[in-house]
């Protein structure tokens, strides 16, 4: 799903700096030395030519890393796809998690390989009183070697289940991954819905101020009283109290992120990108098969099993036993060396209380790891079906403001305040029919941002990243 090699910029030091600036002069230097024009120069000019085309190339070959080591923010409006890149690149958790994956992977040689052999050297004399070694029988010099070798089988299941487990921490890694965006969804969304709901807010205050001079105009002409004055000023009141409400929201949108993408909160991120089409929700059979097939959770518990299930047989051949292959040369300094060979066999003469309870241990460890697959797929079903079907009332609602509530809630505000206009209808009426639209536009705002929401925690119960991280797009 995610590539194993390292997120993480590995940044110039200076001595690489001046190694690379180095052999770019060496090559520019055999290069120009083919062209005539270059020979044609004068000697005191020739450094500083090579030292200028050397400097080029070297930025030239340093690019792509200098631009993979960070990416600005686009001009224009803040995107998902740029704070998705980022946080994959720069998040902490996102960076722990792959370098302990990483870690594990190195773990299944260790555990495939033989013990390490032992060598040794060891001197024999015959008495306390003089040297003896070449003068008698029993006087040598020896050295000798030792290899443990497990029985065939066991080193195989070692290996194996350290690889299950750095499998596991595979799928662990990209359930963070999954994780960490979908978060980064979620905040950007809280973040566009604040800015767009602030919008909205400060369309219909500047609409309230239209009204409010209207209805001081009737007023001044003894066509309205000084209550309509003072309810249109309380409602944009109300609404430049909302205003500062979602300047908090924002604020503590922009906290997360930046909390995310491991950021320094120097300056505020840019106004968001709002767009009022949304993708179109997949049936829930589908996402089910997804989920099924390639949910990192799911794939974390299958590990789980496999490991435990390997762990199980090796706990099995415990029964058997292990071998030690010895080998020893006496060298006795002109007389008859000696040497020797050897085979050391383990017995599990203790079985009824190591190997027999390591049997049933590995047992019990199957079993929960078999319940603990199915309870991982029960859940992650769950918060499917619950992230669906949040998704689906949320586009119907989506639909009914668009398509109904707010076109015919415009078109009764435009008709009360023409009405108004004439004496036709009270103040109250042309309120009511502001405030209506004025609810209906922040509602719709509101359920466009939890259709992403929900769309965003469906993204990691099936094991797919938000589309935006390699598209670039908003959402």
């Given at each position: 799903?995610?590539?194993?090699?390292?997120?993480?910029?590995?940044?110039?030091?200076?001595?690489?700096?001046?190694?690379?600036?180095?052999?770019?002069?060496?090559?520019?230097?055999?290069?120009?030395?083919?062209?005539?024009?270059?020979?044609?120069?004068?000697?005191?000019?020739?450094?500083?030519?090579?030292?200028?085309?050397?400097?080029?190339?070297?930025?030239?070959?340093?690019?792509?890393?200098?631009?993979?080591?960070?990416?600005?923010?686009?001009?224009?409006?803040?995107?998902?796809?740029?704070?998705?890149?980022?946080?994959?690149?720069?998040?902490?958790?996102?960076?722990?998690?792959?370098?302990?994956?990483?870690?594990?992977?190195?773990?299944?040689?260790?555990?495939?390989?033989?013990?390490?052999?032992?060598?040794?050297?060891?001197?024999?004399?015959?008495?306390?009183?003089?040297?003896?070694?070449?003068?008698?029988?029993?006087?040598?010099?020896?050295?000798?070697?030792?290899?443990?070798?497990?029985?065939?089988?066991?080193?195989?299941?070692?290996?194996?289940?350290?690889?299950?487990?750095?499998?596991?921490?595979?799928?662990?890694?990209?359930?963070?991954?999954?994780?960490?965006?979908?978060?980064?969804?979620?905040?950007?969304?809280?973040?566009?819905?604040?800015?767009?709901?602030?919008?909205?807010?400060?369309?219909?205050?500047?609409?309230?101020?239209?009204?409010?001079?209207?209805?001081?105009?009737?007023?001044?002409?003894?066509?309205?009283?000084?209550?309509?004055?003072?309810?249109?000023?309380?409602?944009?009141?109300?609404?430049?109290?909302?205003?500062?409400?979602?300047?908090?929201?924002?604020?503590?949108?922009?906290?997360?992120?930046?909390?995310?993408?491991?950021?320094?909160?120097?300056?505020?991120?840019?106004?968001?990108?709002?767009?009022?089409?949304?993708?179109?929700?997949?049936?829930?059979?589908?996402?089910?098969?997804?989920?099924?097939?390639?949910?990192?959770?799911?794939?974390?518990?299958?590990?789980?099993?496999?490991?435990?299930?390997?762990a199980l047989l090796l706990a099995k051949r415990g029964y058997l036993p292990d071998f030690t292959a010895m080998g020893a040369y006496a060298d006795k300094n002109g007389l008859y060396a000696e040497w020797e060979v050897g085979l050391r066999v383990t017995v599990p003469l203790y079985f009824w209380r190591k190997q027999r309870p390591a049997i049933a241990e590995a047992e019990y460890n199957r079993r929960a790891a078999e319940h603990a697959r199915q309870n991982s797929r029960v859940t992650l079903e769950s918060r499917l079906r619950q992230a669906h079907a949040m998704a689906e009332t949320s586009m119907r609602l989506i639909n009914l403001y668009s398509e109904n509530l707010i076109p015919e809630a415009s078109l009764t505000l435009k008709s009360a305040r023409a009405s108004y206009s004439v004496g036709k209808v009270d103040f109250l009426t042309t309120l009511n029919a502001f405030n209506a639209l004025f609810e209906y536009r922040m509602r719709y705002t509101?359920?466009?941002?939890?259709?992403?929401?929900?769309?965003?925690?469906?993204?990691?119960?099936?094991?797919?990243?938000?589309?935006?991280?390699?598209?670039?797009?908003?959402?």
């Amino acid at each position: 799903m995610f590539s194993d090699s390292p997120a993480m910029r590995v940044p110039f030091s200076d001595l690489q700096v001046f190694f690379e600036l180095a052999g770019a002069m060496v090559q520019t230097r055999a290069m120009l030395k083919e062209y005539s024009a270059y020979r044609s120069l004068p000697r005191q000019y020739r450094g500083s030519a090579c030292f200028t085309i050397a400097i080029i190339f070297l930025a030239i070959l340093c690019a792509p890393a200098i631009a993979a080591a960070g990416e600005t923010p686009p001009p224009g409006p803040l995107t998902l796809g740029y704070l998705l890149r980022a946080a994959r690149a720069d998040n902490p958790e996102i960076r722990a998690v792959d370098e302990k994956y990483q870690a594990m992977r190195q773990r299944p040689s260790q555990e495939g390989t033989l013990p390490d052999p032992s060598v040794g050297v060891r001197y024999h004399n015959e008495q306390f009183g003089r040297i003896t070694f070449g003068s008698s029988d029993f006087s040598y010099l020896e050295f000798s070697a030792e290899q443990e070798v497990p029985f065939p089988g066991k080193l195989g299941l070692k290996e194996s289940i350290a690889s299950r487990e750095a499998e596991r921490e595979r799928a662990m890694r990209d359930s963070m991954i999954l994780s960490v965006l979908a978060r980064v969804v979620l905040a950007y969304t809280d973040l566009s819905v604040a800015d767009r709901s602030t919008a909205i807010l400060d369309e219909s205050a500047d609409v309230l101020d239209t009204v409010i001079k209207q209805t001081a105009q009737a007023y001044s002409v003894g066509t309205a009283v000084q209550q309509d004055i003072l309810r249109a000023t309380l409602e944009r009141d109300a609404l430049r109290e909302r205003i500062a409400m979602l300047a908090l929201q924002r604020t503590t949108a922009e906290a997360e992120i930046d909390a995310l993408l491991n950021r320094q909160a120097t300056e505020v991120l840019a106004k968001s990108a709002w767009i009022d089409k949304v993708s179109i929700l997949e049936p829930l059979d589908s996402l089910t098969r997804r989920l099924e097939a390639q949910a990192p959770e799911l794939r974390a518990a299958e590990e789980d099993v496999l490991k435990t299930s390997d762990a199980l047989l090796l706990a099995k051949r415990g029964y058997l036993p292990d071998f030690t292959a010895m080998g020893a040369y006496a060298d006795k300094n002109g007389l008859y060396a000696e040497w020797e060979v050897g085979l050391r066999v383990t017995v599990p003469l203790y079985f009824w209380r190591k190997q027999r309870p390591a049997i049933a241990e590995a047992e019990y460890n199957r079993r929960a790891a078999e319940h603990a697959r199915q309870n991982s797929r029960v859940t992650l079903e769950s918060r499917l079906r619950q992230a669906h079907a949040m998704a689906e009332t949320s586009m119907r609602l989506i639909n009914l403001y668009s398509e109904n509530l707010i076109p015919e809630a415009s078109l009764t505000l435009k008709s009360a305040r023409a009405s108004y206009s004439v004496g036709k209808v009270d103040f109250l009426t042309t309120l009511n029919a502001f405030n209506a639209l004025f609810e209906y536009r922040m509602r719709y705002t509101e359920q466009i941002g939890q259709y992403r929401r929900a769309v965003a925690e469906i993204g990691p119960l099936v094991g797919e990243p938000p589309p935006e991280l390699d598209q670039g797009a908003s959402p």
